[in-house]
């Protein structure tokens, strides 16, 4: 019998091996515990539109990542973004143009995952709980008590937490995981109703309790009924306050945001917070992706490399290249 190879996650990570997967002719399923694909990508829809509250931009720097970013382009996925950029630090509010070219996904960031994802087969709303090793296959249990297979590889695509339990079935790679710190990220969005008067579009920030800050109807095809901010809160600040009503979060974080933004700041029409426990590797590793090729056992996302969209994507790519060189 020629099981299929599941995969537990629709990120970015695991949806870059889906296709490579899916392209050399091999079947997949994937899985996911929220209701859509994109994962740290994924944009919320409210009422002042979609908001990417997760990764806001990305740069392409390995080649068979821009190569990739093209093809996305031309078929109108992703959109070259080029913001007033500013930094801010003890010193104050100062611009701070550079060359650097930045992606984003169109109308949002979700959009790649979901063009991603395509007609791939996918449970979503299925949070895997274990993942064991029959006589000769893989079988999944998800949080309902279901189970799910026999699949011929399993491809844990999930951030190192959450990959850690369930890698058990190969101790070396769960304690590989194990040992990655991930940092949390607090995000607020504001929206004002009459736009703030002021020429910042995004911002990296030093010495607050904010990292960086975006104006969402900068980005190319984005909703611009409100003048919508996202927030992002350093990893520090994060950690300190990780238990923090939702409500006192936005209070602090809209009050560092009038500290630096240096124009009159209204009351904002629209806010809203969301926490991602998980948002970032506190250091880079090299690895790659995790594998044991024999069991057939794989770990990718961005914590194997960069802890940024282009590692989830190159993470994606190594593990499908292990699991094709294995089969061969
Ligand atoms: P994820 O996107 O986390 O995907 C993992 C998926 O696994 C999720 O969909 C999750 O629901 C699912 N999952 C987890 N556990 C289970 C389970 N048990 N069962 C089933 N499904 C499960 N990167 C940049 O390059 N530029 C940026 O500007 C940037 N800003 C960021 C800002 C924030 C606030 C955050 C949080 C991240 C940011 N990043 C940025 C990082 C970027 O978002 C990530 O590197 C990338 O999206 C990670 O993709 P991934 O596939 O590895 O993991
Ligand atoms: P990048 O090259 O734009 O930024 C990398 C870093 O360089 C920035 O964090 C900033 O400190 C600095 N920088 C870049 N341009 C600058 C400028 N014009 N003025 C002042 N400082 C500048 O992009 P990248 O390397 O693809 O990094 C992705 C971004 O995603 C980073 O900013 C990173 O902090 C962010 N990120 C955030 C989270 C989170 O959880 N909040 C998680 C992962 C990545």
Redesign the pocket.
Known sequence: MNAPIAI?????????AAQALHAAGLEIVL????RG??????SKRSEAGSLD???????ARDRRFVEVVQQWQARGWVAEWDPQLYHCNENGLSSSPDEQVRWVGTPRMSAITRAMLGALPVHFS????EVFRGEHYWELQ??EGQSHGPFSSVII???AP??A??LSAAPKLASAAASVVMEP?W?VALGFATPLETRVEGCFVRGSPLD?LARNRSKPGRDNSLDTWVL?ASSSWSRQHLDLPKEAVIEQLHGAFAELIGCPLPAPAFSLAHR?L???PASAHEWGALADADLGLYA????CL???????WL??QETARRLLEHRQ
């Open positions: 537990i996650g629709t990120g970015l990570a695991g949806l870059s899985f996911d515990k929220s694909s994109g994962g740290r990508m994924a509250l997760g990764a806001q931009y990305f740069t299925c949070r895997i709980t998800d949080a695509a999930t951030p959450q990959a339990g369930l990220t995000a960086w992002h991602w998980y948002a970032r990718c996302g961005d914590w960069s802890g940024r969209v282009e590692g989830a993470s994606g």
